[in-house]
Nanobody, 122 residues
Framework: QVQLVESGGGSVQPGGSLRLSCAAS????????????WSWYRRAQGKERELVAA???????NYADSVKGRFTISRDNAKNLVYLQMNSLKPEDTAVYYC????????????WGQGTQVTVSS
């Protein structure tokens, strides 16, 4: 059974920092240890889900304009862990954050975590 489990969410004051982690487990990651692209998405109350940050299988990253310079995505391939370091948090960063894993070869597999709440408030 494949699982993506997010952790590290919580409540923080504006300007604070949090680091989210996503731990992946399941035989699919042993069968295909390479080739995964990882992303963090978020959904704020009443809004559509949006892409926050992504890291490709080759290690290139991209970020939503709203978080550039403040958030950093990274991964530990050996441990199947993905991180999202969030600095200078703003109230508008408040959302449920989801981890996503995708591989396209030899066929497409895509998995989601259950989400972790991040609340930025004074």
């Amino acid at each position: 059974q494949v699982q993506l489990v997010e952790s590290g969410g919580g409540s923080v004051q504006p300007g604070g920092s949090l680091r989210l982690s996503c731990a992946a487990s399941g035989s699919i990651f042993r069968i295909y240890p390479m080739g995964w692209s990882w992303s963090w998405y978020r959904r704020a109350q009443g809004k559509e889900r949006e892409l926050v940050a992504a890291i490709s299988s080759g290690g290139s990253t991209n970020y939503a304009d709203s978080v550039k310079g403040r958030f950093t995505i990274s991964r530990d391939n050996a441990k199947n862990l993905v991180y999202l370091q969030m600095n200078s948090l703003k109230p508008e960063d408040t959302a449920v954050y989801y981890c996503n894993a995708v591989i396209g070869t030899p066929r497409r597999y895509e998995y989601w975590g259950q989400g972790t709440q991040v609340t930025v408030s004074s």
